[in-house]
């Protein structure tokens, strides 16, 4: 048994009684993000970087993270390291970040030591802005995987979350396969330069592991993303005045692809007596 799971079964009790105060109430149709405004609290979209803020390593096919074993970390744990120097102010939040994904799922996040040959490299470098790899990398590869948040910007809850997510295999909401059913794409309004980041993943290699479209889930586009002339690029097809992907924090939707994806012995079912409330957030 992993080290979370142990821990998770030892602290059940609390979490139990913990979780009906940390949950807000859902839906969320309209956001009132901290501490930034608009396009602020978006700045892994300024990464250039494939889909805004994910590294791809050569070689790797950026449509098959999702559900392909290898590209899971092993035990569900990731080790990592901090920069020299790393702003300690910045490196409680990302922690902080770590011990809620934890408290949500079956991962854990250890400081990395002499043994572990693969881990993330928490970097805080300026001429770079907010982005992570993708997944675990399996063997021949060795050695740190990339994850760089500037300061300030990227130190919004929902913003760090939503880069660890990156790590442990999530993409972006409005690439699944199925996304074409619940949004939108408004090609005329997206720069040129940017529509190959409104590439839609393919059911060979990705999968939804059954999860409803979260409209609200960490991992969306903003309605406005890579807009060239300031109006939607992506809408709900059901309303298009809605607000799109927040970033105060994960959903339970968010958590609970991670839950699956890691076969974690907890399920969302369990942790809300057989309800599956996807847009809870978790603060
Ligand atoms: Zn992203």
Known sequence: MCLSRLLFLVFIGDLLDGIAARIIQS????????????????????SRLYQGDILLPEGVDPKNALKIEPLLWPNGVVPYAFAKGFNKGDKSKILSAMRLIEMETCITFLPRTILDRTWIDIEQKKEAGCYSIIGYRPLPHEGPLKFNLRAPECYEAGTIQHELLHVLGLLHEQARPDRDEFVDILWDNIDEAYHSDFTKASDTF????????????????????????????IVAKNDTERELGQRIGATNGDFEKIRRMYKCQITSEDLFGGNFPLNKLFL
């Open 27 to 46: 839906p969320i149709l309209h956001y009132e993000q901290p501490n930034c405004a608009g396009k602020d609290c978006y700045p892994e979209l300024n």
């Open 206 to 233: 990705v999968t939804t592991y059954d999860i409803p479209y979260d409209y609200d889930s960490v991992m969306h586009y903003p309605k406005w993303a890579f807009s060239k002339n300031d109006k939607s690029t």
